[in-house]
């Protein structure tokens, strides 16, 4: 079952999901769906190996690690015209 939510974005972050939309052949909705779910993935907290103050740096070093790979292929996208 689908549920539709409406977000608000910056003017600059909407042509960037325009943009890698179009040259990836998807619909602005699946690529935010799909970003949404890799980030939520990095998010998961292994619950076997580490204490609970271990995990929750790896949690912390994974987040920011995503955020840094959407940026760096943003702007490699840009900086190809993309």
Same mark, same amino acid.
Request: charged share 25%; net charge positive; proline share 4%.
């Given at each position: 079952?689908?549920?539709?939510?409406q977000i608000l974005?910056?003017?600059?972050?909407?042509?960037k999901?325009?943009?890698?939309?179009?040259?990836? @052949?998807?619909?602005q909705?699946?690529?935010?769906?799909?970003?949404?779910?890799?980030y939520?993935?990095?998010?998961?907290?292994?619950?076997t190996?580490?204490?609970?103050?271990?995990?929750s740096?790896?949690h912390?070093?994974?987040?920011?690690?995503l955020?840094?790979t959407?940026?760096?292929?943003?702007?490699?996208?840009?900086?190809? @015209? @993309?």
């Amino acid at each position: 079952m689908l549920v539709r939510k409406q977000i608000l974005v910056p003017a600059a972050l909407d042509k960037k999901i325009r943009r890698l939309a179009r040259k990836r @052949g998807i619909s602005q909705s699946a690529l935010v769906v799909e970003a949404v779910e890799a980030y939520l993935t990095a998010q998961t907290t292994p619950t076997t190996f580490y204490p609970s103050s271990a995990s929750s740096k790896v949690h912390r070093r994974r987040s920011r690690s995503l955020s840094m790979t959407f940026t760096a292929d943003a702007r490699e996208s840009e900086a190809r @015209g @993309g």
